[in-house]
């Protein structure tokens, strides 16, 4: 692994740093284990972890692009979830793996649950009418570039929600939202966003923000669930009684 | 693909709150609502059955409802009393500031939070002279 650490600031101020390790074929349960970093005031997790490589600390973790778009090295940094590339090293900093999933190896966790929930949810727009031309507002362009596209599908907001504890539970996640709000607002979708994200518990969502506040790109999903019940709520009293029974979405 | 191994045990939701904001990781203040809408809805429970309780000695008959209704009435129990007001206030104000959330998206719920907090001490406060 290549180290791109910036030159030692001061050679004898040391930071330390704790690591939750588990490899399941050896250990039966996570342990703590404290690392000494050297002192950079520009240094990330990141960078700290690439240090204890090159010294011969094999601790497993993701990393891509360095640059919070890939969204892979989301781990519990002092138990918030966040971006370890987006995260100045502090002294005694507590690193673990996403706790919502299988832990792989120390900060190794296994997503496949979330491909495969993303397929389930079809975040993707689906256009009835694939043929037909049409031209999209600039309206619609702007909200994609400010909020829609930017999601990087990190998972941290996904950890950090009280109402949606895993993959299992009734509200699927703010990052399912999102995804959801993006497809809705596509001008071509022609689904029923509105009952989709009603069957995926958006109503469990208790409001908290958390979601807003640890994300890495300051998205708000907890605003795209307001606004899926808000429209949920009014179209159940323009249409009373027929909302439940309305069966385009299938 | 070999099934991922589980986590041995996820930390509970609680446990997950305190150990950040023990860490220095403070949560959003909305969590921190969402935590104290629980704590209080469930003191509310537990005033309900007291009250219940309470009432119930009426079954006695006159004299024991006199006799519970004089038991209660001790200092301790109006400023218990204060405090079930603010949990009241507080609880109902909250579930407002919920669903005003959901209405109008473009709300700060920071300033709606903090408001609410003033309302309810305000509240307290200009009651103390009908409760004492």
Redesign the interface.
Known sequence: MTCYLLPIENPEARYTLHVLR?N?ETDE??YWRSYQVPFVSTMTVIEALEYLWDQGEYIAFRTNCREFTCGSCAML????PQLACDTILQDDM?LE?L??????RDLV??T?AIKKKLKDVKYWPVSANREKNFTVPPQVIDAYGQIYSRCIECACCLEAC?AS??EASRFDGPMYALLLARAANHPLDAMNRIQQASERGIWAC?????C??VCPLDLSPA?EV??F??KA?TQSLKRPFTFRKDKRYE | ?N??????K??G?IN??F??TL???K?????Y??GLQRVTGLILLVYLLLHLYILSSIFGGARTFDQTVAAVDHPLIKLLELGLLGTVVFHALNGLR?IL???F?ELD?KILAYGLGCATLIFVVVSIPFVW
């Open positions: 588990f399941p349960k996570p940094i002092n138990g918030k507590r793996p706790s919502r999933y299988g832990v792989l966790v296994d496949e009280p504890f895993n208790v409001s908290c923000f958390e807003a506040d605003k307001a606004k019940r808000r709520i | 693909m099934e991922a191994p589980q986590y041995p996820r930390p939701v997950r709150f150990r950040r860490w220095g990781e949560m959003n203040l909305g969590a609502m969402w919920l959330m959901t209405l998206v719920q």
